[in-house]
């Protein structure tokens, strides 16, 4: 039996590898998440026969535990899966990361708590931790939980800020010099655990750890929330890895590792998007003060196109490249914009789309949300492969972006956001952007590209403004 388990656990994490690699290309990520999940389905079912579950003098209570978990996890995952709204997918993204560095916090919680009860039992008073656990394993274990509680809290913290939730930059004064402390104090309740037996130490440190997520997130900027998701991805990853090993999992140890490096390699793109250090995401806090007044600083003044007069210009152009940001998922203008983009090639319009690496708000979002309209992944461009075609650019249209074509990132060393990588829209003859009005971006920062002389505003919903543009170059 026990081949048959660790078989069909290699099998599972096998399907996870091949699942993820899928998943690196829009053409085969549904396969991927196919493949992904009938591992989990395997590597779930595989673990009803373990000796551990059907062997114990608890076994009908341990199988009914599970089926019950199963059924409420897997039930609201469905549900929620079904109705979130896409604008909504990081939120959701951010919670399940949570739950999963939740769930490898609460594995190693029981491991510890378990091995201070059997230490507790010894009259000498000298067994420890490490001593009842082993060396290896003790560690681990201690690893996993503060990796994983950190994650856990820190994620719930992110799901508020990107909900509306919550819009705090700091609990206490000197935030991030109580965080180093705090930090040093987990560390060292950590070390206590490991040469320790006392459950009050335990408990400690998981309250402390669970402080630290909630501290660390605070201060980051909305502009680098998709940065900490993706690195809080990583964090789960390497906890339940970490965590599979106390368990003697093959399965978990080799898709936490799988997770865990996907997951850092993906973090360290990002910041590189940004041109800034995972370090300096966490202490710097971009987009947590006030947003300056419109203007402020900036020469010109933003001038006004009407739909009808912007459409002119694009029918008429060689080619448009199309920059969507958050606004457009707000305004679910997907759609039209692909409606438009149809309309466009028919009349002889070259039209692309530019996607920025942190536009939206996780990795990807505006990958997801113009493959949910239908858009074809060869007229997707990431930014490397985009930028030098804006020079012979006829129009670039901005849709609900903002931080992303800043040119104070490249002209401005006084800006927050200065040495980030943009989007060069700035460089097309002419630029429209659809906006709602004229506030800043997420970060906080004004946009000079929206005062420049070739810039026009179509100030409207994202949706209601291309619908308008989709009958003006009808009409034509």
């Known amino acids: 039996m026990d081949m048959i388990i660790q078989a069909s656990y290699l099998i599972a994490a096998v399907l996870f590898i091949l699942g993820l690699k899928q998943m690196s290309s829009p053409v085969t990520a549904r396969r991927g998440i196919l493949w992904a999940g009938a591992g989990m389905v395997l590597a779930t079912l595989v673990t009803f026969l373990t000796p551990e579950v059907i062997d114990s003098a608890q076994a009908s209570t341990n199988i009914t535990l599970i089926i019950v978990a199963i059924a409420i996890g897997g039930g609201y995952a469905w549900y929620s899966g079904r109705k979130v709204a896409m604008t909504d997918m990081p939120q959701m993204i951010a919670m399940y990361n949570g739950m999963g560095g939740g769930a490898a916090a609460a594995i190693a919680a029981v491991e510890l708590l378990k091995a201070s009860s059997e230490a507790a039992a010894d009259p000498s008073g000298a067994t420890t931790i490490a001593s009842t656990l082993g060396t290896d394993v003790a560690i681990l274990a201690i690893l996993g939980a503060v990796i994983g509680t950190i994650s856990f809290s820190g994620s719930i913290i992110a799901w508020a800020k990107l909900d509306g939730r919550l819009s705090l930059s700091r609990i206490l004064p000197k935030q991030h010099l109580v965080n180093a402390v705090l930090a040093i104090a987990t560390v ?23 402080i630290l997520g909630v501290f660390i997130t605070v201060p980051v900027g909305g502009a680098d929330m998709p940065v900490i998701i993706s690195l809080f991805n990583a964090l789960t990853g390497l906890a339940v890895g970490f965590e599979g090993y106390v368990l003697g999992n093959a399965a978990m140890i080799i898709a936490g590792i799988v997770v865990g490096s996907a997951g850092s390699l993906l973090t360290q793109l990002m910041a590189k998007a940004m041109n800034r250090s995972v370090a300096n995401v966490f202490f710097a806090g971009v987009g947590t003060d006030a947003a300056a007044p419109a203007g402020e ?12 007069d912007a459409g002119i210009l694009m029918a008429f152009a060689s080619q448009v490249i199309i920059i969507p940001g958050y606004g457009m998922a707000v305004a679910q203008a997907q759609h039209k914009i692909w409606e438009l983009t149809q309309i466009l090639n028919e009349k002889g319009v070259s039209v692309k789309f530019a996607i920025h690496p942190v ?3 996780m990795p990807g979002h505006m990958n997801v949300l113009l493959a949910e309209a239908g858009v074809p992944y060869d007229k997707i461009y990431d930014m490397d492969d985009v930028n030098a075609g804006f020079k012979n650019t006829t129009v670039a249209l901005v849709i609900g972006a903002n931080d992303v074509v800043n040119p104070s990132a490249k002209n401005d060393s006084s800006s927050p956001l200065y ?6 829209a700035f460089e097309a003859e002419n630029v429209i952007v659809i906006k709602r009005g004229r506030g800043t971006g997420f970060s906080g920062m004004e946009n000079p590209l929206f005062f420049a002389d070739n810039t026009k505003m179509l100030f409207g919903d994202g949706q209601k403004a291309a619908s308008e543009l989709i009958q003006a170059v009808k009409e034509l």
């Open 188 to 210: 060292g309740f950590a070390i206590a655990i490991y040469f320790s037996a006392d459950i009050n130490t335990i408990i400690i440190f998981f309250v402390l750890a669970l």
């Open 419 to 424: 040495g980030m990588p943009i989007l060069n």
């Open 359 to 361: 536009a939206g708000r």
């Open 297 to 308: 600083g900036i020469e010109g003044v933003m001038k006004e196109i009407q739909a009808q």
